[in-house]
Nanobody, 125 residues
Framework: QVQLVESGGGLVQAGDSLRLSCAAS????????MAWFRQAPGKEREFVATISWSGGITYYADSVKGRFTISRDNANNTVYLQMNSLKPEDTAVYYC??????????????????WGQGTQVTVSS
């Protein structure tokens, strides 16, 4: 069983930056593709960014490309989401997700096996 704990959310103004962290338990973290998803009020959860097990492949939703950066530290079982130039439409609960294996990158919710509880990000205009 893998436990994921997100942190780093908060209330910021448009144009500000935040860095989200996701700490994972378990020895197999370095083999897991990881991702961030988000869910805004009244909307379905959507894909934000993903990173392969090695960190060599990253992929982003068009809405965040060029502003967000996903990275990972396998030595410390942590994945990050650096969010720059935040917009009010980025307001959502952000979830970390882990997939138990795979050599590629994955963008669908059903492709992930473990989820964190989420961290709230609110961007005021």
């Amino acid at each position: 069983q893998v436990q994921l704990v997100e942190s780093g959310g908060g209330l910021v103004q448009a144009g500000d930056s935040l860095r989200l962290s996701c700490a994972a338990s378990g020895r197999a973290f370095s083999t897991y593709p990881m991702a961030w998803f988000r869910q805004a009020p009244g909307k379905e959860r959507e894909f934000v960014a993903t990173i392969s097990w090695s960190g060599g492949i990253t992929y982003y939703a068009d809405s965040v490309k060029g502003r967000f950066t996903i990275s990972r530290d396998n030595a410390n079982n942590t994945v990050y989401l650096q969010m720059n130039s935040l917009k009010p439409e980025d307001t959502a609960v952000y979830y970390c997700a882990a997939r138990a294996g795979g050599k590629s990158y994955y963008v669908k919710e059903y492709e992930y096996d473990y989820w964190g509880q989420g961290t709230q990000v609110t961007v005021s205009s």
